[in-house]
């Protein structure tokens, strides 16, 4: 099943439901969860928001598990480096290389911080899986932030589902030549990935803005707005 963010967005339980209100209840749990120096705190906000996300909004498990698999895979590299290399204090594990060790303080940075982000993680679904990117957009809009952060929130978001799309059709034909049949070859695949998709964002970007410039963009986007009910 292929993860379509924008689908999802336009298509749950949710969709309708005023974006004002999803907006800021995101904000206050986002600030309250960064707030909180609590790990049991953290761990009921997660919970409870998948719950809404996945019960209320009636978001297929795989689409949440898909949204929620890059960010993770982050957070936990971050959290290990944390661990490893940085806080100083009492040495609770010694690993044998080159001198890393696992202290005190360093343990509580890891573990903190994996525990924080978590909670924010369901935060953030919330929003982007119930709520259509246009009418956040508006909401900004309406709320008097700077066009100009709007105009790159939108190319942005458009441009990230392109580059999807783009490594996904790239890794299928690799796949079908047999680009990740053995350890060296599937780091050769993933070096020409990289390198591909470096070239094609410079191409697109050129393409973008000759499309632009050919509807007679003039230094400003225009925003969706909904009809006053």
Same mark, same amino acid.
């Given at each position: 099943?292929?993860?379509? #963010?924008?689908?999802?967005?336009?298509?749950?339980?949710?969709?309708?439901?005023?974006?004002?209100?999803?907006?800021?209840?995101?904000?206050?749990?986002?600030?309250?969860?960064?707030?909180?120096?609590?790990?049991?705190?953290?761990?009921?906000?997660?919970?409870? #928001?998948?719950?809404?996300?996945?019960?209320?909004?009636?978001?297929?498990?795989?689409?949440?598990?898909?949204?929620?698999?890059?960010?993770?895979?982050?957070?936990?590299?971050?959290?290990?480096?944390?661990?490893?290399?940085?806080?100083?204090?009492?040495?609770?594990?010694?690993?044998?290389?080159?001198?890393?060790?696992?202290?005190?303080?360093?343990?509580?940075?890891?573990?903190?911080?994996? #525990?924080?982000?978590?909670?924010?993680?369901?935060?953030?679904?919330?929003?982007?899986?119930?709520?259509?990117?246009?009418?956040?957009?508006?909401?900004?809009?309406?709320?008097?932030?700077?066009?100009?952060?709007?105009?790159?929130?939108?190319?942005?978001?458009?441009?990230?589902?392109?580059?999807?799309?783009?490594?996904?059709? #790239?890794?299928?034909?690799?796949?079908?030549?047999?680009?990740?049949?053995?350890?060296?070859?599937?780091?050769?695949?993933?070096?020409?990935?990289?390198?591909?998709?470096?070239?094609?964002?410079?191409?697109?970007?050129?393409?973008?803005?000759?499309?632009?410039?050919?509807?007679?963009?003039?230094?400003?986007?225009?925003?969706?707005?909904?009809?006053?009910?």
């Amino acid at each position: 099943m292929k993860f379509d #963010m924008d689908y999802i967005a336009h298509n749950n339980a949710l969709t309708e439901t005023n974006p004002y209100f999803k907006l800021f209840l995101t904000i206050i749990l986002l600030i309250v969860t960064l707030a909180f120096d609590n790990l049991y705190f953290d761990v009921t906000v997660f919970v409870i #928001m998948s719950i809404v996300i996945l019960t209320i909004a009636k978001i297929n498990y795989k689409s949440y598990l898909k949204f929620l698999s890059i960010p993770m895979a982050f957070l936990v590299i971050t959290c290990i480096f944390l661990i490893f290399f940085f806080g100083k204090g009492d040495v609770i594990y010694e690993t044998g290389i080159l001198g890393i060790v696992v202290t005190t303080d360093s343990w509580h940075y890891g573990v903190y911080t994996f #525990m924080r982000v978590l909670g924010c993680l369901p935060c953030l679904g919330f929003l982007a899986l119930t709520t259509p990117i246009a009418k956040i957009l508006n909401c900004l809009r309406t709320l008097k932030v700077p066009k100009i952060l709007i105009e790159i929130a939108l190319l942005m978001y458009n441009s990230i589902f392109i580059f999807l799309n783009e490594i996904d059709t #790239m890794q299928k034909a690799q796949e079908t030549r047999l680009g990740y049949h053995s350890y060296w070859s599937s780091f050769s695949s993933l070096g020409a990935l990289v390198s591909i998709i470096f070239l094609r964002s410079l191409d697109k970007s050129e393409t973008l803005q000759y499309s632009l410039d050919s509807r007679g963009y003039s230094g400003e986007l225009p925003v969706y707005e909904p009809k006053k009910r």
